[in-house]
């Protein structure tokens, strides 16, 4: 059994900053993409930023420049680090990583950006 915990959301002002990790547990073997997707109220859930194992990443439009996507493979760990951060940016955040060839799902995060 694989778990996904994730860590780090909360409130924070309009040009604040906040980074958020996402570490993988159990029977872990191999872990070939990390990503981290969000969803705001009345939206579907959309992609934010995917990382390769081998460190290639990409990037939503809306994020770019302002997110960095890392991961640390020793610790089975992906880290979202959000600057600049814009009232838009203001959803629930999950990982999601392929881990011994099936996807799992972390259980969520809120980030608010508000004044």
């Known amino acids: 059994q694989v778990q996904l915990v994730e860590s780090g959301g909360g409130l924070v002002q309009p040009g604040g900053s906040l980074r958020l990790s996402c570490a993988a547990s159990?029977?872990?073997?191999?872990?070939?993409?990390m990503e981290w997707h969000r969803q705001a109220p009345g939206k579907e859930r959309e992609l934010v930023a995917r990382i390769l194992n081998g460190g290639g990443t990409n990037y939503a439009y809306s994020v770019k420049g302002r997110f960095t996507i890392s991961r640390d493979n020793a610790k089975n760990t992906v880290y979202l680090q959000m600057n600049s951060l814009k009232p838009e940016d203001t959803a629930v955040y999950y990982c999601?990583?392929?881990?011994?060839?099936?996807?799992?799902w972390g259980q969520g995060t809120q980030v608010t950006v508000s004044s």
């Open positions: 999601n990583m392929n881990v011994n060839r099936r996807t799992y």
């Open positions: 159990g029977n872990i073997f191999s872990i070939n993409v």
